[in-house]
C-alpha cells in the first residue's frame, strides 16, 4: 500500500512554522533548488526549505561568481521551483545590484518575486548597510530571511572565500547585524562559514532561527547546495560539505553505457521500437 501523503493531508511549511520548530528544538533542513524535477524531488523527500539560491549562477549558468545572474533570470528559477512544490517553504535569493542601493528598488525587486514566483519569501545578504532595503520590504508583507558571514554577493570586497567573522571587530558587526535584522523582522538569517561558537552564541540569543552553512551544529539548522551534497558538482570541496551521494558520476556512467549501446547498434532493441 503506497504510503503517500494526498494533496490534502500535506501541511505546508510556513515561516511562523519555522519559528515554532526552533522553539522546540527541532533541526530545520533546507537545499537549494533551481528546476521544477529536482524540487520535486526534493520536496517529496521532506525537506523543510527550498532555496533557490543565486548560486544559481555558479551552477546552472557555470559562471564564477553569483554577481551576474539577473533577476528575470532568478525568477525563471523561481517559478520553475515553485510549480513543484507541495510542503516546504520557498525562498528566492534577490541577485545582487536589485536590492543594496536603494530601497523603492528592492522593494519593486521583491515585488515581482512574490508576484511572479509565487514563493513565500525572499533572502538577502547583508546587516546594517540594508536596513533601509529590509525595512521597506518587510512594510509590504513580504517575509525576509537575512545571510550574513560570508556573503558571496560581495565577493569583490572580501577578496576570498574563507571563514568571516574570526576577528573581533568583524564578529561584534556579525553579531549587531543579527540582531538588526531580527529586530526589524526577519524570519530567520543564514549564517554562512563563521566560527561555530560565534553561530551558536547568536543563535542562542535569537528567537528566529539561524541556518547554517559552515557554520557548526549549534545553529537551529543546515542548508547545503544541492549540487555540491548530491556530488553533481566538481571540485569543491571546502570543510564543511559533506557528500551524501556521487550522482556526478552516476551521470557519467549512465551516459557512457548509452553512448555504447547506440554505437554497437544494442539500442534500441525489438521491444524498444512501434
Ligand atoms: O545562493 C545560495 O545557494 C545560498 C546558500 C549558499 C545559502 O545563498
Redesign the pocket.
Known sequence: MSTAKKDTEIRKVTTRRLIEMKQRGEKISML?AYDFSMAALIDRAGIDVI?V???ASNVMAGNLT?LPITLDQMIYHGKSVVKAVKRALVIV?LPFGTYQGNSKEALASAIRVMKETHADAI?LEGGTEIRESVERILSAGIPIMG?LGLT?QSINKFGTYTVRARGEDEARKLISDVHTLEDVGCFGI?L?KIPAVLAERVASECLIPMIG?GAGSGVDGQ?L?MHDMLGITQGFSPRFLRRYGNIGETITHAVQRYIEDVRSKDFPNEKEQY
Open positions: 537549494t532555496l539560491g543565486d548560486s553569483t535569493d533572502k545571510h558571496p543564514v554562512e552553512i542548508v547546495v
